[in-house]
Protein backbone atom coordinates (compact mmCIF):
# COMPACT_ATOMS: atom_id res chain seq x y z
CA UNK A 1 0.00 0.00 0.00
CA UNK A 2 1.20 3.38 -0.67
CA UNK A 3 2.21 6.15 1.86
CA UNK A 4 -1.11 8.43 1.55
CA UNK A 5 1.14 11.28 3.34
CA UNK A 6 4.17 11.53 0.98
CA UNK A 7 1.68 13.00 -1.44
CA UNK A 8 1.03 15.97 1.01
CA UNK A 9 1.15 19.19 -0.65
CA UNK A 10 -0.47 22.86 0.87
CA UNK A 11 -1.86 22.97 -2.67
CA UNK A 12 -3.02 19.44 -3.35
CA UNK A 13 -6.79 18.45 -2.12
CA UNK A 14 -6.38 15.51 0.44
CA UNK A 15 -9.75 13.96 -1.66
CA UNK A 16 -8.25 14.98 -5.51
CA UNK A 17 -4.84 13.06 -4.10
CA UNK A 18 -6.68 10.11 -2.39
CA UNK A 19 -10.21 9.59 -4.13
CA UNK A 20 -10.95 6.18 -2.73
CA UNK A 21 -12.16 7.64 0.26
CA UNK A 22 -14.58 9.32 -1.29
CA UNK A 23 -16.45 6.14 -1.67
CA UNK A 24 -16.37 4.82 1.67
CA UNK A 25 -18.27 6.23 4.95
CA UNK A 26 -17.54 7.57 7.10
CA UNK A 27 -15.29 9.73 4.72
CA UNK A 28 -17.78 10.15 1.99
CA UNK A 29 -20.31 11.88 4.08
CA UNK A 30 -17.43 13.55 5.64
CA UNK A 31 -16.71 14.40 1.72
CA UNK A 32 -20.08 15.33 0.79
CA UNK A 33 -21.08 17.51 3.87
CA UNK A 34 -18.07 19.87 3.08
CA UNK A 35 -19.54 22.87 1.91
CA UNK A 36 -16.50 24.75 1.82
CA UNK A 37 -15.05 26.15 -1.39
CA UNK A 38 -13.20 23.46 -2.90
CA UNK A 39 -13.78 20.85 0.00
CA UNK A 40 -11.33 22.75 2.01
CA UNK A 41 -11.86 22.12 5.35
CA UNK A 42 -12.43 18.32 4.97
CA UNK A 43 -9.10 18.20 2.96
CA UNK A 44 -7.31 19.79 5.42
CA UNK A 45 -8.91 17.58 8.39
CA UNK A 46 -8.06 14.11 6.47
CA UNK A 47 -4.67 15.39 5.95
CA UNK A 48 -4.18 16.02 9.74
CA UNK A 49 -5.37 12.82 10.34
CA UNK A 50 -3.09 11.46 8.35
CA UNK A 51 -0.38 13.26 9.91
CA UNK A 52 -1.18 12.56 13.55
CA UNK A 53 -2.33 8.72 12.83
CA UNK A 54 -0.32 7.53 10.07
CA UNK A 55 2.82 5.81 10.93
CA UNK A 56 4.77 6.73 8.22
CA UNK A 57 4.34 10.40 8.80
CA UNK A 58 7.07 12.57 9.83
CA UNK A 59 5.43 13.74 13.06
CA UNK A 60 4.09 10.46 13.91
CA UNK A 61 6.10 10.20 16.94
CA UNK A 62 6.45 13.60 18.08
CA UNK A 63 4.47 14.30 21.41
CA UNK A 64 1.45 16.33 21.90
CA UNK A 65 1.63 15.89 17.98
CA UNK A 66 -2.86 16.09 17.92
CA UNK A 67 -3.01 19.49 19.11
CA UNK A 68 0.05 21.30 17.21
CA UNK A 69 -1.32 19.68 14.01
CA UNK A 70 -5.18 20.23 14.20
CA UNK A 71 -4.52 23.66 15.51
CA UNK A 72 -2.33 24.72 12.05
CA UNK A 73 -4.13 22.74 9.12
CA UNK A 74 -7.24 23.88 10.30
CA UNK A 75 -5.89 27.41 11.44
CA UNK A 76 -7.86 26.68 15.54
CA UNK A 77 -6.81 29.03 17.78
CA UNK A 78 -8.25 27.53 21.13
CA UNK A 79 -7.17 23.90 22.23
CA UNK A 80 -11.11 23.90 23.19
CA UNK A 81 -11.54 23.99 19.55
CA UNK A 82 -9.26 21.68 19.14
CA UNK A 83 -10.50 19.25 21.58
CA UNK A 84 -14.10 20.21 20.45
CA UNK A 85 -12.59 19.16 16.76
CA UNK A 86 -11.43 16.12 18.10
CA UNK A 87 -14.83 14.92 19.71
CA UNK A 88 -16.70 15.87 16.47
CA UNK A 89 -14.77 13.94 14.09
CA UNK A 90 -13.68 11.32 16.50
CA UNK A 91 -15.64 8.43 13.85
CA UNK A 92 -13.68 10.11 11.13
CA UNK A 93 -10.18 9.29 13.41
CA UNK A 94 -11.55 6.16 14.31
CA UNK A 95 -11.92 4.79 10.79
CA UNK A 96 -8.72 6.24 9.91
CA UNK A 97 -6.65 3.49 11.03
CA UNK A 98 -8.32 0.40 9.67
CA UNK A 99 -9.35 2.18 6.67
CA UNK A 100 -5.65 3.39 5.51
CA UNK A 101 -3.13 1.46 7.06
CA UNK A 102 -2.03 -2.08 5.93
CA UNK A 103 -2.22 -5.13 8.44
CA UNK A 104 1.26 -4.74 9.20
CA UNK A 105 1.23 -0.90 9.93
CA UNK A 106 -1.63 -1.67 12.07
CA UNK A 107 0.09 -4.43 14.07
CA UNK A 108 2.82 -2.07 14.53
CA UNK A 109 0.77 0.65 15.93
CA UNK A 110 -1.00 -1.72 18.35
CA UNK A 111 2.42 -2.80 19.58
CA UNK A 112 3.71 0.60 19.78
CA UNK A 113 0.40 1.39 22.20
CA UNK A 114 1.12 -1.79 23.97
CA UNK A 115 4.50 -1.02 24.31
CA UNK A 116 4.47 3.06 25.39
CA UNK A 117 1.89 1.87 28.39
CA UNK A 118 4.11 -0.98 29.56
CA UNK A 119 7.16 1.47 29.59
CA UNK A 120 4.81 4.44 31.92
CA UNK A 121 3.41 1.77 34.08
CA UNK A 122 6.66 0.66 34.42
CA UNK A 123 8.53 3.88 35.05
CA UNK A 124 5.35 4.52 37.69
CA UNK A 125 5.99 1.36 39.67
CA UNK A 126 8.18 1.55 43.14
CA UNK A 127 9.71 -1.85 44.52
CA UNK A 128 8.35 -2.85 47.76
CA UNK A 129 10.45 -5.06 49.75
CA UNK A 130 7.78 -6.69 52.10
CA UNK A 131 7.17 -3.80 54.82
CA UNK A 132 4.42 -2.68 56.92
CA UNK A 133 3.65 1.48 57.18
CA UNK A 134 2.21 2.48 60.07
CA UNK A 135 -0.04 5.79 59.83
CA UNK A 136 -2.61 6.90 61.31
CA UNK A 137 -2.91 3.61 63.79
CA UNK A 138 -3.48 1.95 60.14
CA UNK A 139 -1.17 -0.41 59.02
CA UNK A 140 -0.69 -0.62 55.72
CA UNK A 141 1.13 -3.97 54.57
CA UNK A 142 3.60 -3.72 51.34
CA UNK A 143 4.02 -7.49 49.67
CA UNK A 144 7.47 -7.53 47.66
CA UNK A 145 6.96 -6.83 44.47
CA UNK A 146 10.78 -6.77 42.92
CA UNK A 147 10.58 -10.43 41.16
CA UNK A 148 7.64 -9.31 39.18
CA UNK A 149 8.76 -6.18 38.04
CA UNK A 150 12.13 -7.81 37.19
CA UNK A 151 10.41 -10.00 35.45
CA UNK A 152 8.31 -7.22 33.32
CA UNK A 153 11.26 -5.62 32.99
CA UNK A 154 12.88 -8.74 31.34
CA UNK A 155 10.00 -9.68 29.31
CA UNK A 156 9.35 -6.08 28.10
CA UNK A 157 12.87 -6.92 26.05
CA UNK A 158 11.07 -9.74 24.46
CA UNK A 159 8.23 -7.75 23.74
CA UNK A 160 10.77 -4.88 21.71
CA UNK A 161 12.17 -8.02 20.00
CA UNK A 162 8.76 -8.90 18.68
CA UNK A 163 7.64 -5.27 17.64
CA UNK A 164 11.46 -4.95 15.63
CA UNK A 165 10.10 -8.05 13.70
CA UNK A 166 6.98 -6.63 12.75
CA UNK A 167 8.84 -3.18 11.78
CA UNK A 168 11.27 -5.79 9.97
CA UNK A 169 7.70 -7.33 7.98
CA UNK A 170 6.54 -4.01 7.31
CA UNK A 171 9.26 -2.54 5.76
CA UNK A 172 9.20 -5.86 3.86
CA UNK A 173 5.92 -5.39 2.67
CA UNK A 174 6.92 -1.84 1.25
CA UNK A 175 9.38 -2.94 -0.29
CA UNK A 176 7.90 -5.67 -2.36
CA UNK A 177 4.83 -3.19 -3.15
CA UNK A 178 7.24 -0.44 -4.51
CA UNK A 179 9.41 -3.36 -6.29
CA UNK A 180 12.38 -2.89 -4.12
CA UNK A 181 15.13 -5.66 -4.30
CA UNK A 182 15.16 -6.74 -0.23
CA UNK A 183 18.57 -7.33 1.01
CA UNK A 184 19.07 -11.13 1.70
CA UNK A 185 20.00 -12.38 5.68
CA UNK A 186 23.65 -12.56 4.43
CA UNK A 187 23.75 -8.77 2.62
CA UNK A 188 22.05 -7.48 5.67
CA UNK A 189 24.66 -9.12 8.08
CA UNK A 190 21.79 -10.87 9.74
CA UNK A 191 23.57 -14.48 9.06
Same mark, same amino acid.
Given at each position: ???????????????????????? @???????????????????????????????????????????????????????????????????????????????????????????? @??????????????????????????? @????????????????????????????????????????????????
Amino acid at each position: MRNIVENYSPDKSFWEVNPQFTVI @DPFRKLYKSDRTKGKIFSSSLMWAISFIYHPKSDVYYVDGKEYSVFKNMLDLKTDKEVHNIMEKYSNIIESFIPSALTQAEKSLVAWENRLQ @DRDSFLAEQHYTFGYNKVEDDVTYEFK @DNTKALDDMASKTAKLYEEYFKIRKDLNDEEAISKNKKIDSATATGDI
